[in-house]
């Protein structure tokens, strides 16, 4: 018979949990992969190393779901510090339980998603009417966030959160920032998105206009020079081809009716290095134009601000840029 245990660590409570149905042959793989990871986590916990726990707990929660693997979980991501993650599962094992009629499990999940209330990290994205244009996306760590929860605290776990701002024909925004401590909400205010056809450009913007258009002009003249320098090196093998048909030897030794042919194949081979030549540093030069033009455009759309507030219960670190 499978049997799964909750020993709270540190909570002050035991809880057992036995699932129905004996297994009368070796368990499907996952099943059994679900169990071993399901005890090394539980070890891993008493042990206080809860950062490896937890995700060894998650993992065999995905593989085979379980009440006492999800109050275990719950547990784990407490003692961790992810407090939103601790009472969500608490409230989730809560439904579950009550849903099957364990009263007395649900009644103990709900107790330990309140006693977190106290100890949330809150996370406010404020939205002022001017900043909701038309087609306003917000994503936190690339997770849309719906337009209902704008302006609302909503508890997150402590880390580091990205936080961008889209819209149709507006330049996006982007603000990257880490959240510590315990019971503080943050508020992180959305500007108004600057218009994509705005024609106010920054200088440095002009100029890199000027550095890529340079770069794309350096680049077509390499490749014409390249491509004259093939030409006339196809048209000196052929020259010498013929001065050699025509009695040349290989000191440069001709009859008179062949010197021509082969005055002219050096002539079109000396052209053709020097065409390549040429044509190479273009390349080079345009290619360093352009990609100087690139980077000038992203320092000038990129606008970085940073600031470290300090809260209670822990620190709000942020950095905003502008795309």
Not at 235 to 246: C, F, G, I, P, T
Request: overall charge positive; glycine content about 10%.
């Amino acid at each position: 018979m499978k049997q799964k245990s909750w020993f709270g660590a540190g909570s002050g409570f035991l809880a057992s949990v036995t699932l129905a149905g004996s297994v009368c042959a070796r368990p499907p793989a996952p099943v059994a992969r679900a169990e071993a990871l399901f005890q090394a986590g539980r070890q891993l916990m008493r042990e206080g190393r809860y950062a490896e726990a937890c995700p060894r707990l998650a993992e065999s929660q995905r593989l085979d779901p379980a009440p006492g693997t999800q109050l275990n979980l719950a547990d784990c991501w407490e003692h961790a510090g992810l407090t939103a993650s601790a009472k969500r599962e608490f409230e989730e094992a809560a439904k579950i339980a009550e849903s099957t009629g364990e009263t007395e499990r649900a009644t103990i999940a709900r107790g330990r998603a309140k006693q977190l209330e106290n100890k949330l990290t809150k996370l406010t994205l404020s939205v002022p009417p001017p900043a909701r244009v038309p087609g306003l996306v917000l994503l936190r760590n690339s997770a849309v966030v719906a337009e209902p929860d704008w302006g609302q605290p909503q508890p997150v776990d402590p880390g580091s959160f990205v936080i961008e701002a889209r819209a149709p024909g507006r330049r996006s925004y982007r603000s990257q920032f880490s959240l510590t401590g315990e019971a503080s909400t943050h508020v992180l205010s959305i500007p108004v998105l600057i218009p994509s056809t705005d024609t106010a450009a920054p200088p440095s913007t002009r100029r890199a206009d000027w550095l890529q258009g340079s770069g794309i002009g350096l680049l077509g003249l390499g490749a014409a020079s390249i491509t004259l320098g093939t030409v006339f090196g196809v048209r000196a093998v052929n020259l010498y081809h013929r001065s050699r048909d025509e009695g040349c030897d290989a000191q440069n030794l001709c009859p008179a009716g062949a010197l021509q042919a082969r005055e002219s194949a050096v002539h079109s081979g000396n052209t053709s290095t020097v065409s390549f030549v040429v044509g190479g540093v273009l390349l080079a030069g345009g290619a360093g134009l352009y990609v100087w033009g690139y980077r000038e455009r992203r320092a000038a759309y990129s606008r970085v601000n940073a600031q470290i507030l300090p809260l209670p219960g822990g620190a709000f670190a942020a950095v905003g840029s502008r795309f």
